[in-house]
């Protein structure tokens, strides 16, 4: 830090600035701020913290992200259990979720394939893919995976393991850009490629 304050404010300005997309102005403007609320809200978002770190965990049978033994999604009998979204990560879900119209279920990979990385197949989450599409009749992969190499090479693995298993798998549409993340698309744009998602297996 370039200006003399108290150790304590520099403490917090840096954790603030951990945050994604928060720079160090950013992250000072939000440690002053915090001073200036009352000691019970900060008690209170400080309670929250803990608590989320705590009770928010992966659902078993998806990976989205839940507070209960299986996610709200994953215990719902009136969606089609049959028709999978297979999305990178949760934040892709509430994507979804907020377009409010998608009525099936989902698969979070927590990730993508990248040699360059050396990320393998079986550093993601699609064992568990494998073993929900195998108890499955007639079902539905869409592929709602970022158009990057990552995704692409993900998509192609998919591809290939569901290869002559009667697995229907389609693709979002392009009309998204070129690597965007899929939980910055706006609804509008989220529920065309949805609606117009291309078959590219079975």
């Not at 000072?28 to 989320?52: G, H, Q, T, Y």
């Not at 009770?55 to 049959?82: A, F, I, K, M, Q």
């Not at 377009?99 to 989450?125: C, F, R, T, W």
């Not at 798998?169 to 609606?195: F, K």
Request: hydrophobic fraction near 40%.
């Amino acid at each position: 830090m370039t200006k003399n304050y108290p150790e304590l404010l520099e403490q917090l300005i840096a954790f603030f600035a951990k945050f994604p997309g928060v720079g160090e102005k950013s992250a000072e403007r939000m440690a002053l701020a915090v001073l200036n609320l009352p000691l019970n809200e900060i008690e209170l978002a400080s309670d929250l913290l803990v608590k989320a770190k705590k009770n928010l965990h992966p659902c078993p049978v998806c990976g989205n992200l839940t507070d209960l033994n299986v996610c709200n999604v994953c215990s719902d009998e009136t969606r089609n259990h049959n028709l999978i979204c297979v999305i990178e990560d949760f934040k892709s879900a509430f994507a979804f979720e907020r377009a409010k119209n998608y009525h099936g279920v989902y698969h979070v990979l927590n990730g993508l394939i990248s040699p360059m990385d050396q990320i393998g197949a079986e550093d993601i989450n699609l064992p568990s893919l494998i073993k929900r599409v195998e108890s499955l009749d007639n079902p539905e992969l869409i592929l709602a995976l970022k158009s990057s190499i990552e995704g692409e090479t993900t998509t192609l693995y998919i591809k290939k393991i569901f290869e002559n298993k009667k697995v229907k798998i389609s693709r979002l549409s392009y009309g998204i850009p070129i690597g965007a993340e899929i939980d910055y698309l706006d609804t509008t744009t989220l529920d065309r490629a949805l609606e117009d998602r291309k078959q590219i297996s079975e």
